[in-house]
């Protein structure tokens, strides 16, 4: 059992005011025959924490197809590297995406998402046409599409790891996105600014 808490001034771990030492880690980028030896590493530095991604693009390499369990491929297997973290001693600061920045591939974004979804790109508009801007890859990360693909990832995934958080479990903090393409800063994707819909974003605004 593992209390955590966050006030206004300090992290409390089981009641005492602690530092939060943590270390990042990609263990999908890390045989797993070695994934011992780095948690081994990360706590002889000090730290008593692991942040990692838990790439979209890695764990559901079809879309509806997911690995969790190393089937697919021996370093997907999420569950064993949380419960190694945990025998370390870790807290889990655990990163869902859905964007992977960490010099990704398309930023963490399956492929097979931007094949099924092509009308989801990131649009500029000019001279009454809209057209594809950015890489060839980037999504329109307000478009609908888009949002029910995160959505069934981010419900696949806490399937997986609800029985993981605290206090049973060491995952005691979870990040979502931390960083939004700037490419879809001034996107003009029709279907995402809900241009002809009563309740578009754009006509509500």
Known sequence: ?????????????????????????????????HWEDVLDRLVECG????AYYVPWFVHEYEEGEFDFTGEVHLNNDLHSWIALTKKKGLMGFLRPGPYTYAESTDLGVPKWFSRAYPDARVKGYKNGEYYDIGNVNFVSHNHPDF???????????????????????NIVMIQLCNEIPGEDIDDRNPVTLGIGCEDGLLPSF
Request: net charge negative; glycine share 6%.
């Open 1 to 33: 059992m593992m209390g955590f808490e966050i006030n206004r001034e300090e992290f409390l771990i089981n009641g005492k005011p602690q530092f939060f030492l943590c270390g990042e880690i990609h263990y999908f980028r890390i045989s797993k025959e």
């Open 47 to 50: 730290c008593n924490a692991v």
């Open 147 to 169: 949002l029910h693909a995160v959505k069934k990832w981010y419900q696949a995934l806490l399937s997986e790891i609800k029985d993981y958080m605290e206090p049973e479990g």
